[in-house]
T-cell receptor, first 116, second 111 residues
Protein backbone atom coordinates (compact mmCIF):
# COMPACT_ATOMS: atom_id res chain seq x y z
CA UNK A 1 0.00 0.00 0.00
CA UNK A 2 1.35 3.46 -0.88
CA UNK A 3 2.55 5.45 2.07
CA UNK A 4 3.82 8.86 3.07
CA UNK A 5 7.47 8.71 4.05
CA UNK A 6 9.29 11.17 6.25
CA UNK A 7 12.91 11.85 7.06
CA UNK A 8 14.58 12.10 9.44
CA UNK A 9 12.71 10.01 11.97
CA UNK A 10 14.43 11.88 14.78
CA UNK A 11 16.54 15.03 14.84
CA UNK A 12 18.19 16.84 17.69
CA UNK A 13 19.14 20.44 17.03
CA UNK A 14 20.53 23.38 18.93
CA UNK A 15 18.21 26.27 19.70
CA UNK A 16 18.53 28.89 16.99
CA UNK A 17 19.51 26.44 14.27
CA UNK A 18 17.53 25.85 11.09
CA UNK A 19 15.87 22.50 10.49
CA UNK A 20 14.43 20.99 7.32
CA UNK A 21 12.02 18.09 7.60
CA UNK A 22 11.41 16.11 4.47
CA UNK A 23 8.41 14.23 3.20
CA UNK A 24 7.56 12.18 0.16
CA UNK A 25 3.77 12.21 -0.23
CA UNK A 26 1.84 9.46 -1.97
CA UNK A 27 2.57 9.81 -5.66
CA UNK A 28 -0.85 10.65 -7.11
CA UNK A 29 -1.84 12.95 -4.26
CA UNK A 30 -2.11 16.67 -4.83
CA UNK A 31 -2.88 18.02 -1.37
CA UNK A 32 -0.12 18.10 1.23
CA UNK A 33 -0.14 18.98 4.89
CA UNK A 34 2.08 19.43 7.90
CA UNK A 35 0.80 18.80 11.41
CA UNK A 36 2.62 18.70 14.70
CA UNK A 37 2.05 16.99 18.03
CA UNK A 38 3.77 18.24 21.14
CA UNK A 39 4.37 15.37 23.54
CA UNK A 40 1.16 14.41 25.29
CA UNK A 41 -0.95 16.95 23.42
CA UNK A 42 -3.31 16.88 20.49
CA UNK A 43 -2.34 16.88 16.85
CA UNK A 44 -2.31 20.46 15.53
CA UNK A 45 -2.65 21.63 11.95
CA UNK A 46 0.19 23.78 10.60
CA UNK A 47 -0.26 24.23 6.87
CA UNK A 48 -1.86 22.83 3.76
CA UNK A 49 -0.38 23.09 0.28
CA UNK A 50 -1.96 22.69 -3.14
CA UNK A 51 -0.95 23.64 -6.64
CA UNK A 52 2.45 24.87 -5.47
CA UNK A 53 1.14 27.30 -2.95
CA UNK A 54 -0.09 27.43 0.61
CA UNK A 55 -3.86 27.00 0.68
CA UNK A 56 -4.33 27.41 4.41
CA UNK A 57 -2.20 27.90 7.50
CA UNK A 58 -2.78 28.06 11.22
CA UNK A 59 -1.67 30.67 13.72
CA UNK A 60 1.22 28.38 14.65
CA UNK A 61 2.63 28.66 11.13
CA UNK A 62 4.31 32.03 11.50
CA UNK A 63 7.29 33.54 9.67
CA UNK A 64 9.56 31.03 11.33
CA UNK A 65 8.08 28.30 9.17
CA UNK A 66 8.09 27.73 5.43
CA UNK A 67 7.15 24.92 3.08
CA UNK A 68 8.39 24.02 -0.33
CA UNK A 69 7.89 21.44 -3.01
CA UNK A 70 11.34 21.56 -4.57
CA UNK A 71 10.67 18.82 -7.12
CA UNK A 72 7.91 16.48 -8.19
CA UNK A 73 8.15 14.20 -5.19
CA UNK A 74 9.39 15.99 -2.07
CA UNK A 75 7.56 18.31 0.28
CA UNK A 76 9.62 20.04 2.94
CA UNK A 77 9.01 21.98 6.13
CA UNK A 78 11.71 24.45 7.14
CA UNK A 79 11.88 25.85 10.64
CA UNK A 80 14.19 28.82 10.95
CA UNK A 81 15.87 29.67 14.23
CA UNK A 82 14.34 26.84 16.24
CA UNK A 83 13.05 27.40 19.74
CA UNK A 84 12.70 24.99 22.63
CA UNK A 85 8.93 24.99 22.19
CA UNK A 86 9.32 23.71 18.62
CA UNK A 87 10.17 20.30 20.07
CA UNK A 88 7.43 18.04 18.79
CA UNK A 89 6.55 15.25 16.41
CA UNK A 90 5.96 16.70 12.95
CA UNK A 91 3.65 14.77 10.66
CA UNK A 92 3.42 15.12 6.93
CA UNK A 93 0.18 14.07 5.26
CA UNK A 94 -1.29 13.93 1.79
CA UNK A 95 -4.62 13.32 0.13
CA UNK A 96 -6.04 12.77 -3.32
CA UNK A 97 -7.52 15.52 -5.47
CA UNK A 98 -10.54 16.81 -3.66
CA UNK A 99 -8.51 17.23 -0.48
CA UNK A 100 -10.54 17.77 2.61
CA UNK A 101 -13.80 17.56 0.71
CA UNK A 102 -14.17 13.97 1.68
CA UNK A 103 -10.98 12.11 0.91
CA UNK A 104 -8.86 10.23 3.36
CA UNK A 105 -5.79 12.07 4.58
CA UNK A 106 -2.82 9.75 4.96
CA UNK A 107 -0.09 10.47 7.47
CA UNK A 108 3.56 9.59 7.62
CA UNK A 109 5.30 8.12 10.65
CA UNK A 110 6.47 11.52 11.76
CA UNK A 111 9.75 13.30 12.42
CA UNK A 112 10.53 13.76 16.07
CA UNK A 113 12.31 17.09 16.57
CA UNK A 114 14.12 17.82 19.81
CA UNK A 115 15.45 21.34 20.31
CA UNK A 116 18.08 21.64 23.03
CA UNK B 1 -14.12 26.69 17.01
CA UNK B 2 -14.78 23.36 15.39
CA UNK B 3 -13.15 20.63 17.42
CA UNK B 4 -13.44 16.91 17.88
CA UNK B 5 -13.37 15.91 21.51
CA UNK B 6 -13.13 12.27 22.47
CA UNK B 7 -14.67 10.64 25.46
CA UNK B 8 -13.49 8.92 27.59
CA UNK B 9 -9.91 10.16 27.82
CA UNK B 10 -8.77 6.70 28.85
CA UNK B 11 -10.36 3.27 28.64
CA UNK B 12 -9.10 -0.03 29.98
CA UNK B 13 -10.78 -3.30 29.02
CA UNK B 14 -10.13 -7.02 28.93
CA UNK B 15 -9.23 -8.74 25.71
CA UNK B 16 -12.36 -9.93 23.95
CA UNK B 17 -14.54 -7.12 25.25
CA UNK B 18 -15.92 -4.36 23.08
CA UNK B 19 -14.54 -0.83 23.29
CA UNK B 20 -16.64 2.23 22.56
CA UNK B 21 -15.16 5.67 22.13
CA UNK B 22 -17.16 8.81 21.52
CA UNK B 23 -16.39 12.05 19.75
CA UNK B 24 -18.24 15.35 19.84
CA UNK B 25 -17.73 18.39 17.67
CA UNK B 26 -19.10 21.88 17.46
CA UNK B 27 -19.78 22.98 13.90
CA UNK B 28 -21.17 21.41 10.75
CA UNK B 29 -18.84 18.99 9.05
CA UNK B 30 -18.19 17.49 5.65
CA UNK B 31 -16.71 14.33 7.07
CA UNK B 32 -15.25 12.80 10.21
CA UNK B 33 -12.25 10.50 10.29
CA UNK B 34 -10.95 8.18 12.98
CA UNK B 35 -7.24 7.52 13.43
CA UNK B 36 -5.16 5.24 15.62
CA UNK B 37 -1.77 6.12 17.02
CA UNK B 38 0.52 3.68 18.72
CA UNK B 39 2.82 5.31 21.24
CA UNK B 40 5.37 7.53 19.49
CA UNK B 41 4.26 6.42 16.05
CA UNK B 42 2.34 7.87 13.12
CA UNK B 43 -1.38 8.25 12.64
CA UNK B 44 -3.06 5.32 10.97
CA UNK B 45 -6.32 6.04 9.21
CA UNK B 46 -9.18 3.78 10.27
CA UNK B 47 -12.45 5.03 8.79
CA UNK B 48 -13.89 8.10 7.08
CA UNK B 49 -17.60 8.77 7.45
CA UNK B 50 -19.29 11.49 5.46
CA UNK B 51 -21.92 13.82 6.82
CA UNK B 52 -24.66 12.11 4.83
CA UNK B 53 -23.75 8.69 6.23
CA UNK B 54 -24.95 7.29 9.53
CA UNK B 55 -22.91 4.14 9.96
CA UNK B 56 -19.88 2.44 8.46
CA UNK B 57 -18.14 -0.83 9.12
CA UNK B 58 -14.61 -2.00 8.54
CA UNK B 59 -13.67 -5.39 9.94
CA UNK B 60 -14.07 -5.19 13.71
CA UNK B 61 -14.66 -1.44 13.57
CA UNK B 62 -18.05 0.23 13.49
CA UNK B 63 -18.45 3.98 13.29
CA UNK B 64 -21.66 5.90 13.70
CA UNK B 65 -22.36 9.55 13.03
CA UNK B 66 -25.22 11.61 14.42
CA UNK B 67 -25.07 15.05 12.85
CA UNK B 68 -28.07 16.27 14.84
CA UNK B 69 -26.12 15.64 18.05
CA UNK B 70 -22.77 16.47 16.46
CA UNK B 71 -21.31 13.24 17.69
CA UNK B 72 -19.68 10.06 16.46
CA UNK B 73 -18.75 6.79 18.06
CA UNK B 74 -16.11 4.20 17.29
CA UNK B 75 -16.82 0.64 18.38
CA UNK B 76 -14.07 -1.98 18.35
CA UNK B 77 -15.53 -5.43 18.80
CA UNK B 78 -13.71 -8.43 20.27
CA UNK B 79 -10.74 -6.30 21.24
CA UNK B 80 -7.19 -7.60 21.16
CA UNK B 81 -4.06 -6.56 23.00
CA UNK B 82 -2.78 -5.17 19.69
CA UNK B 83 -5.64 -2.67 19.69
CA UNK B 84 -3.91 -0.86 22.56
CA UNK B 85 -3.32 2.66 21.22
CA UNK B 86 -4.68 6.19 21.24
CA UNK B 87 -7.69 6.81 19.05
CA UNK B 88 -8.47 10.23 17.59
CA UNK B 89 -11.41 11.63 15.75
CA UNK B 90 -10.78 14.44 13.30
CA UNK B 91 -13.28 16.55 11.45
CA UNK B 92 -13.35 18.43 8.17
CA UNK B 93 -15.92 21.17 7.91
CA UNK B 94 -17.87 22.20 4.90
CA UNK B 95 -15.32 24.76 3.92
CA UNK B 96 -12.64 22.25 2.98
CA UNK B 97 -10.46 23.17 5.93
CA UNK B 98 -7.96 20.58 7.08
CA UNK B 99 -8.49 18.00 9.79
CA UNK B 100 -9.07 19.24 13.32
CA UNK B 101 -8.14 16.64 15.90
CA UNK B 102 -9.47 15.93 19.35
CA UNK B 103 -7.32 14.98 22.31
CA UNK B 104 -7.84 11.28 21.80
CA UNK B 105 -8.85 8.28 23.86
CA UNK B 106 -6.12 6.06 25.24
CA UNK B 107 -7.29 2.47 24.97
CA UNK B 108 -5.58 -0.27 26.93
CA UNK B 109 -6.58 -3.85 26.16
CA UNK B 110 -5.40 -6.24 28.82
CA UNK B 111 -4.63 -9.81 27.79
Amino acid sequence: EPEVTQTPSHQVTQMGQEVILRCVPISNHLYFYWYRQILGQKVEFLVSFYNNEISEKSEIFDDQFSVERPDGSNFTLKIRSTKLEDSAMYFCASSEPGGGLGNTIYFGEGSWLTVV
Amino acid sequence: SQQGEEDPQALSIQEGENATMNCSYKTSINNLQWYRQNSGRGLVHLILIRSNEREKHSGRLRVTLDTSKKSSSLLITASRAADTASYFCATVNSGNTPLVFGKGTRLSVIA
